[in-house]
């Protein structure tokens, strides 16, 4: 019987793999010791002990507690489904404590859904932020070398994720959503303009973030 608190690309008979392409934004290595916030995410953090990572699936009350831990013991931290409600006040308070767990060189990895997405509105649970709210929040938090990528066409199992800029935005309309334009719009200058425009406007976004401590 399937565990209806799971997201479904847990649920489903897909390779787990699929759900954690997200790790190739981060640069593990052998050996890399990570959390992954999200208790729901145990088989993601399963699947990278199999990888040689060493990885902790936490939930957001096992995390906070965590927060606590003044000690740098992590390569990386990754929230691959974003912050909960109950954290909306307090993102920038939890990103800094959590700057703090990183070890040198250390990322920390966190997905957004898109504020104002021309796509279809993203579930109300999910962290809410745009491309420009979330450079404010990690660089307030202490972060820096920060880089963002857009995500379709969900953040459970994505299809498609690239880095935020003109090039890639073209690239991923012209060779992998082409056949989802209108029919004049299948035209590549018009598509250099529109991915141009849709940058700030895609559903779903990850970021990944050094912290200033961890980066000196």
């Not at 997200?22 to 010791?33: D, G, H, I, Q, Y």
């Not at 957004?112 to 962290?127: D, G, I, V």
Request: some cysteine; hydrophobic content about 45%; aromatic content about 14%.
């Amino acid at each position: 019987m399937q565990n209806q608190n799971r997201p479904d690309f847990l649920a489903s008979e897909l390779p787990i793999e699929h759900s954690a392409d997200w790790r190739f934004l981060l640069p593990l290595s052998e050996n890399s010791k990570g959390i992954i916030v999200g208790r729901e995410l145990g088989d993601v953090a399963q699947f990278f002990n199999t990888l040689k990572f060493s990885a902790q699936a936490m939930d957001f009350p096992e995390f906070e507690q965590e927060l606590r831990n003044a000690s740098a013991n992590f390569d990386f931290i990754a929230l691959p489904l974003g912050f909960p409600d109950s954290f909306s006040d307090r993102v920038v308070e939890a990103l800094a404590a959590a700057s703090r767990l990183l070890r040198p060189k250390g990322r920390i990895l966190l997905a957004f859904s898109n504020r104002y997405t021309l796509w279809e509105a993203a579930p109300a649970q999910k962290y809410l932020s745009t491309p420009m709210q979330i450079q404010k929040t990690l660089k307030q938090a202490g972060y820096c070398e920060i880089v963002l990528y857009a995500a379709l066409s969900n953040l459970t199992l994505p299809e498609y994720i690239f880095p935020l800029n003109r090039q890639a935005a073209a690239f991923a309309l012209d060779h992998r959503y082409r056949h989802k334009l209108p029919f004049k719009a299948r035209n590549s200058q018009i598509i250099a303009f529109l991915a141009t425009f849709l940058l700030n406007f895609f559903p779903f976004y990850f970021a990944t973030a050094s912290s200033k401590n961890s980066s000196a």
